[in-house]
């Protein structure tokens, strides 16, 4: 009798923010990411000058928990999610812990997506969801094998979830989604009428 069996399994975190650290309220963190995002020239000027659509503090400001308590008080939730994600994993990080290394803003209108890439030099990376409108853009993760697929045929549409070449994910506000940074990901079209899709992204790397 023939077995088949799963390998290799690419593991999705997908949680609350506020099971974890002290507790944060969506539309004040949706307030706070509005006046830095007004406040934050040098992001305005990146984001014009690149193409980007809407505002991301990547380029300008990454050090957010630093600087505005209740970021802070997001690190907190997301240090623990992290850490309960990396039991998941089992890693062996050798005495060593997984650490913050940058935070920042996403605001997404209408119209706009974020093209499909990884996140180098980090270990664990992911998102929290302050403003999901109507139609907002899901969160689309890419089988990684896709590079040594070569001669292999598409998957049929009815496809089993696991054996799907895309995975779509719609974050509600005030869910995080943690993945490992190679995992190749895209934000899609947002198609809210009027209304901005806002998130927090973030990295982690491998502490000293």
């Not at 949680?15 to 305005?44: K, M």
């Not at 008080?73 to 309960?84: F, P, R």
């Not at 697929?149 to 943690?178: C, H």
Request: proline fraction near 6%; glycine fraction near 6%.
């Amino acid at each position: 009798m023939a077995q088949i069996e799963s390998l290799f399994v690419t593991r999705i975190y997908r949680a609350n923010l506020n099971d974890f650290g002290p507790g944060v309220d969506p539309e004040e963190v949706e307030a706070n990411c509005w006046g830095i995002a007004e406040d934050d020239e040098a992001g305005q000027q990146w984001c014009e000058d690149n193409g980007y659509p809407g505002y991301t503090s990547y380029a300008s400001l990454t050090d957010l928990p630093w600087r505005n308590p209740l970021f802070a008080d997001i690190k907190q939730a997301l240090d623990a999610h992290v850490a309960a994600f990396v039991k998941d994993l089992e890693f062996n990080l050798d005495g060593r812990e997984l650490v913050l290394e940058d935070l920042w803003i996403n605001i997404l209108p209408p119209g706009g997506y974020h093209s499909a890439h990884i996140h180098p030099h980090s270990v664990i990376s992911g998102t929290t969801y302050v403003a999901m409108p109507d139609g907002a853009s899901a969160l689309r993760y890419e089988d990684p094998r896709h590079a040594r697929m070569m001669a292999a045929p598409p998957r049929r549409k009815d496809a089993r979830r696991e054996q799907q070449s895309f995975i779509y994910f719609a974050p509600d506000v005030g869910e995080v989604l943690l993945w490992e940074s190679w995992l190749r990901h895209e934000v899609m079209l947002n198609k809210a009428e009027e209304d901005e899709r806002i998130s927090v992204s973030f990295n982690y790397k491998w502490g000293e």
